[in-house]
Structure formats: C-alpha cells, structure tokens
C-alpha cells in the first residue's frame, strides 16, 4: 500500500498548484483520503489538517485556513486524489502530505474537524511534496 503526493514547487503568492496523490496497493474505495502539511518552522510530529474526502460519496471537509480556497477531486480512473489549491499566500507554504484510513463505522468520524485534528486515525502517508509560496 503506498501513497505518492507530487505536485509541489515554488508559487507566487495569488497564485494557484494542483497536487497529487496517487494510491497504489489498494483502491480507492471506502477510504478517507486527506490532505495534512506541516509548516517548516514545526519540527515536531504534528501535522496541520487541511481537507478530507470521503470515498464512498465524494464528499469532502475542509478545515477553516483550506475553506474556500482549496478543494479536493477525484479521478477513480487514475486511483488518484487531488488537491486544488489557489490564493496561495506565503504562510502557506509547507510540505503537504496525503494520507487515507479504511473506514470503520461512520466515515464522518474520519472526515470531520475532529478526524483532521487526529492525524493518528490515518493509516498510510504519502512521503509529502513541498509547496513554497514566494515572490
């Protein structure tokens, strides 16, 4: 089972990036898959939680710093979730990761304000992709 996030660069701040994070080892079917960064000066494990996207409806959550401005699509085809991202501003910058859980009982247990803010309920992390938001 593995999780490849790709997509990251250096963006200007307004501007706009699409990442990637393509499943590989199982389906992405009743699943959570969401998306997490951690901001260079956080040395620590902790990981902001950003958005979530449930499988089995297509539904998604996003956390208030993503409402708005990020949003989270599908390709069942490609077995891939992005993550659409504009307005970037500096303090955006971060290394993004994916990640996904298999869903036990109420998938809103996993989307959900409470699921983003307990990145220990994920499974599988992608390797992350770093985003740098700078003129």
């Known amino acids: 089972v593995q999780l490849q996030a790709s997509g990251g660069g250096l963006v200007q701040p307004g501007g706009s990036l699409r990442l990637s994070c393509a499943a590989s080892?199982?389906?992405?079917?009743?699943?959570?898959i969401a998306w997490f960064r951690q901001a260079p000066e956080n040395t620590g494990d902790w990981r902001e939680g950003?958005?979530?996207?449930?499988?089995?409806?297509?539904?998604?959550y996003y956390a208030d710093s993503a409402k708005g401005r990020f949003a989270m699509s599908r390709d069942s085809a490609k077995n891939t979730v992005y993550l659409q991202m504009n307005s970037l501003k500096p303090e955006d910058t971060a290394v993004y990761y994916c990640?996904?859980?298999?869903?036990?009982?109420?998938?809103?247990?996993?989307?959900?304000?409470?699921?983003?803010?307990?990145?220990?309920?994920?499974?599988?992390w992608g390797q992350g992709t770093l985003v740098t938001v700078s003129s």
């Open positions: 990640a996904a859980t298999r869903v036990a009982g109420d998938p809103d247990y996993y989307c959900s304000g409470f699921g983003l803010n307990h990145q220990a309920l994920y499974d599988y």
């Open positions: 080892g199982f389906t992405l079917d009743d699943v959570v």
């Open positions: 950003l958005s979530c996207f449930k499988t089995e409806d297509g539904s998604t």
